[in-house]
């Protein structure tokens, strides 16, 4: 971890609109995160959390403040722009998984490479590798409906960090998993991610992840507050 | 049913108003086409039938003669030496108003005496004074007419105005002495274009001297000896019919024309049911959680069997009412190309306005909500099957429907073979032969999905290496939800196997009449000579045209055709009598070998040769004898050669002019043809024929005639065309709507590959791949089934329909225009969920379950 910010927030803002009227999720938040931290982010259910995790990587945008990753201000960029920026220096863990259910095991995790560049054999003996590390290495050709959670989940972690990114961002990673291979995929996500030097932030109810984590904050009142 | 449980289901079918949307156009577009066909038919029919009630009234029976008319001393006979008092002599012919309008009117000259007795229609509507004045005015008045006060009212005539009809270049003053009150729109469509005048007033007018169209004649039930009585003094050209078997056979003469229209309705209603299935399913599939959930808290089976057949029960209500409105202002539209075609091909019939009869409604309404309620059966009972403890997942009811598929595709196959041999071995039904169509369209429906599994597996294998990881989606995302994709591909294919199959035989057809012209046009310049053929001073005036022409320096010779009616069998038939040389022999194609002496025995010898249609519909084959009624009694004819012709699908005898001399009297000529002399200016010929002709009658060369012939072929077609392009618009609201619900429904996960990188162009790019290879599987299917649709069509339903035989002409622009028909309909259908889905986002698109 070095003590320069990979992630700055200032004065994030951000409501939504229901029945025509104005609902606020959170207020002028703000929060450095240094490159390599783990943090965790608690809250109950419907306090902001994915809300938050989207406005970090730029699948939407606030109403005001900024979201700075690796000096780049994502507010002040367009659409397209954070689409491109999400697609080079972010991986995304969703709590469903989210894997693209009609591209393999390996597929799904060459998808966020193709996105980049031109997909090379090094590419792809990366991927298996990487599968080989996580005991997929004769299931790359599987679909992942033919995977039981815990292993959904395995890949969906490997296709978040295969293509490098500098920010990971995981949204209830354990929510749909029993307790166990929850724990098996929080064991993963800090082994790959933490020792491969990533910036991490985790939005979760799990207390099994504060012993992994470098700060912890959960959402109240609409406000960041560290515990 | 409680009001609760049908909130809960009826709140998400308020949350998905497009699908909702689409599935009402889709009854509403089935029911439109199908009711509009058959109001449209039924109108021009009807009207044809009214317009011979406006004089017959209550007559029971006509008789009526060929081409020469009836003797008017036939009816003094009747009248007094044969003591019948319940007939009135009719007098009637189309006449040209000259001065208000280019419109024609039917001219009926009535016995003023005795027209009362009748009660023809025209009487109905006025009241006993008032006809009695108009009917003493008639008849005291010479030159006096009555009309409709509609009439009236668009010529801009008053009482006592005089105006000016034209027939057979004949002029005359009339004067109107009456207007005719219409009391309902069947009147006002009879009489809108009707003028009514005393007999010998109409005998003048359209030079009908001493001649009669028909006698009416009402038979007394208690007498009908009367019958026996009329028929002994009948003359050999006359005819003693009822006045039900005329409409009867006039009906029995477009049956045809209609079972093939009808058959193009209920295609677009087959298409229509496909949309609705399918977008019912997607209904019923979107709500697998909700019913889960009803299912665990007690709802039954049957509660949500019901409750999916009361939606759409409500959506077919709904769907069905505005499919009845369309339809009717669409039959307003096709109710022109009908009559147009009907002209062309049968009979005259003037274009009226549509009639909408209770019964046709019905007919609609039944159809409407039976095909909505058919069509939704499958997904009720899928919706009964979801499970109250576990929700399926997406690829478990795919999987489940990958089972379903290969059954389809065995049942498929059965079709298919069931269809060919139903085309085949249904003898000369019509209906069945297009009935084997509908099972081999729905065969190769139901193949769909498996050859759409089998193309994209095949896509991925070829070139799946040389496609990135994005572009592998498209294929897949296609195999992935084939129970829903195949669904929307097969109905784009049935439409567009459709038009291939239509185009074809069009084109075959096309090809075969423009061959037929060419070999039949031998002659250089053909003169027309129209009119009615009852009057002395046409065939007069024919025979010195004919001298004068032959006598012309730069005329090699002549040819000429009379076309007139001939009693067979108690009904008249059309017969073409001849004047042959040796260059219009030649325009004859036989559907036989034909012997060296055929031309002699046809000038020489008591013989016929009849068209294929009249051979094909009268059983007959070389060497039969036909029947036909002379003024000698009935003459067998040998029936010597069968020819080629596509001038009409109720086929026609030919006979030489001399045979035909022989037995009746002379009517003039129909037509003329001129054959020049090598080297001559055929333009300045024309020019030099012109001269000598009368207004009415014209000269046109071969290339005129084939030009104008074709173009009626291409009229004659203009309905069927009309009617593809309206279930090709109902497969693409199909294959819309199908994309629509396809791409909602996968919401989240378009919305995990932007959160992951990818831009909306790329996603929009995607949802295109998607529906192009869609459309390009369609088309590539329709291929096949095209083909085999047109072979049947020609080879099956025309020729039975009409007699005629083709050769089928393989045209490749026709499949070009098919594959790219379907490509840019699929592709088109996919623009708006494609920027719907590129503009949702992303935020959004993960939020949705």
Do not use: C
Not at chain 1, 48 to 75: A, C, E, Q
Not at chain 1, 174 to 181: K, Q, R, S, V
Request: hydrophobic residues 45%; without cysteine; positive net charge.
């Amino acid at each position: 971890m070095t003590t320069e910010a990979a992630i700055t927030i200032q004065q994030l803002s951000k409501s939504y609109q229901e029945s025509g009227r104005q609902h606020e999720i959170f207020s002028k938040l703000d929060m450095q995160v240094r490159r390599g931290e783990f943090i965790v982010l608690f809250g109950r259910s419907g306090s902001g959390k994915s809300t938050f995790l989207n406005l970090v990587s730029g699948i939407d945008p606030p109403d005001r403040g900024k979201v700075i990753i690796n000096g780049i201000n994502l507010t002040g960029l367009t659409e397209h722009e954070r689409t491109l920026f999400r697609r080079h220096h972010i991986g995304f863990v969703f709590q469903s998984y989210n894997l693209i259910p009609t591209l393999t095991v390996a597929e799904n995790l060459l998808l966020p490479l193709e996105l980049i560049k031109r997909i090379t054999v090094k590419d792809k003996d990366k991927v298996a590798g990487l599968l080989a590390r996580l005991n997929f290495a004769d299931r790359l050709d599987s679909y992942p409906d033919r995977l039981s959670g815990g292993e959904q989940q395995r890949v969906a972690i490997a296709r978040a960090l295969i293509h490098d990114p500098d920010v990971i961002l995981a949204d209830e990673p354990t929510g749909n998993l029993d307790l166990d291979t929850g724990k098996q995929v929080l064991e993963l996500l800090d082994t790959l991610v933490k020792k491969a030097g990533k910036t991490m932030i985790m939005a979760t109810h799990s207390q099994e992840v504060i012993g992994m984590a470098d700060r912890i904050f959960s959402i109240h009142n609409r406000s960041l507050v560290s515990r | 049913m409680s009001s609760i449980l049908d909130r809960a289901s009826r709140n998400f079918l308020w949350q998905h108003p497009w699908q909702l949307a689409l599935a009402i156009v889709g009854i509403a577009l089935g029911v439109a086409v199908v009711i509009s066909i058959d109001l449209a038919m039924e109108s021009s029919l009807t009207a044809f039938e009214q317009a011979g009630k406006a004089f017959s009234g209550t007559a029971t029976h006509r008789i009526i003669a060929g081409d020469g008319g009836l003797d008017e001393r036939l009816y003094t006979r009747l009248r007094v030496e044969q003591g019948i008092q319940k007939i009135a002599p009719v007098a009637s012919a189309y006449v040209q108003l000259t001065e208000q309008t280019e419109e024609s009117f039917r001219l009926i000259g009535i016995d003023p005496l005795i027209e009362k007795s009748l009660q023809a229609v025209w009487q109905q509507q006025q009241k006993a004074n008032k006809t009695s004045v108009f009917l003493t005015r008639l008849l005291s008045e010479p030159n006096t007419a009555l009309m409709s006060e509609q009439s009236a009212q668009r010529l801009h005539l008053k009482i006592n105005d005089d105006f000016t009809v034209m027939a057979d270049s004949r002029e005359q003053r009339l004067k109107v002495i009456g207007l005719l009150a219409p009391d309902n729109a069947v009147s006002e469509q009879v009489l809108a274009r009707l003028l009514i005048t005393d007999i010998a007033t109409a005998q003048e007018v359209l030079g009908l001297f001493g001649r009669l169209s028909s006698i009416e004649v009402v038979l007394d039930k208690n007498r009908p000896e009367i019958l026996a009585q009329i028929g002994k003094v009948l003359p050999a050209n006359a005819l003693l019919i009822s006045t039900d078997s005329q409409s009867q056979s006039m009906r029995e003469m477009t049956r045809a024309f209609s079972i093939n229209l009808k058959a193009m309705g209920l295609l677009s209603l087959l298409v229509g049911m496909f949309l609705i299935y399918n977008t019912m399913t997607f209904l019923v599939v979107q709500r697998r959680r909700l019913i889960g959930s009803l299912r665990a808290i007690g709802v039954t089976r049957r509660q949500i069997f019901k409750l999916i057949i009361g939606e759409a029960f409500l959506l077919a209500i709904i769907g069905t009412l505005i499919g009845i409105a369309l339809g009717i202002a669409l039959g307003q539209g096709l109710l022109y190309l009908i009559s147009e075609t009907i002209n062309a091909i049968y009979f005259r019939i003037d274009t009226t306005s549509l009639m909408v009869s209770p019964v046709q409604i019905g007919k609609g309404v039944l159809l409407g909500i039976g095909a909505t309620l058919l069509a939704v059966l499958p997904p009720a009972f899928e919706a009964t099957r979801f499970s109250p403890v576990t929700v399926l997942t997406r690829s478990q009811l795919e999987s489940g429907s990958r089972r379903l598929i290969k059954v389809a595709g065995l049942i498929s196959l059965v079709l298919i073979a069931g269809g060919m041999a139903l085309a085949f071995f249904s003898g000369k039904s019509i209906s069945l032969g297009l009935a084997s169509i509908f099972l081999l369209l729905f065969g190769f429906a139901l193949l769909t999905p498996n050859f759409t599994l089998l193309s994209m597996r095949l896509i991925e294998r070829l070139f799946g290496r040389f496609l990135g990881i994005l572009w592998r989606l498209p294929p897949r995302m296609i195999s992935a939800e084939i129970s829903r994709t195949g669904i929307a591909i097969a109905a784009l294919m049935i439409a567009v196997a459709a038009t291939i199959g239509m185009d074809l035989m069009i084109g075959s057809f096309r090809q075969t009449v423009a061959q037929w012209l060419q070999a039949s046009l031998r002659a250089d310049l053909y003169v027309s000579l129209p009119g009615e053929k009852m009057t002395a001073d046409k065939i007069l005036a024919d025979h010195r045209l004919k001298e004068k022409l032959a006598e012309l320096p730069n005329v090699q010779m002549l040819s000429s055709v009379l076309h007139t009616k001939i009693i067979t069998d108690d009904e008249f038939t059309k017969v073409s009598v001849f004047e042959l040389n040796a260059k219009s022999k030649k325009g004859f194609i036989f559907k036989h070998k034909v012997g060296d002496d055929l031309w002699n025995r046809f000038e020489q010898r008591q013989t016929v040769i009849v068209t294929e249609p009249y051979a094909y519909h009268h059983d007959i084959s070389i060497g039969q004898k036909i029947l036909l009624q002379t003024a000698q009694g009935n003459e067998p004819f040998e029936v010597i050669g069968i020819y080629a012709d596509y001038s009409g699908d109720q086929g026609h005898l030919a006979m030489s002019r001399h045979n035909f001399q022989h037995y009746w009297s002379d009517l003039g000529y129909s037509g003329i043809g001129v054959y020049a002399k090598d080297g001559t200016d055929l333009q300045q010929l024309e020019n030099q024929l012109s001269k000598l002709v009368t207004a009415e009658q014209s000269v046109k060369s071969d290339r005129a005639i084939y030009k104008a012939s074709m173009e009626m072929f291409e009229q004659t077609f203009t309905i069927t065309e009309t009617l593809r392009w309206l279930s090709a618009a109902i497969a693409f609201t199909g294959v819309f709507s199908a994309l629509m619900a396809l791409q909602f429904e996968r919401t989240r996960q378009l919305g995990i590959l932007r959160a992951i990188g990818i831009t909306p162009r790329q996603l929009t790019a995607l949802i295109f791949g998607e529906t192009g290879l869609m459309g390009l599987t369609a088309g590539l299917f329709a291929i096949p089934a095209g083909n085999v649709v047109a072979y049947v069509l020609i080879f099956v339903v025309y020729q039975r329909s009409f007699g005629w035989t083709m050769a089928f002409y393989f045209n490749p622009w026709v499949i070009y225009q098919g594959l790219a028909l379907a490509f840019i309909a699929a592709l088109f259908a996919g623009i708006f969920p494609a920027l719907k889905m590129a503009k949702t986002k992303p935020a959004e698109a993960l939020r949705t379950e």
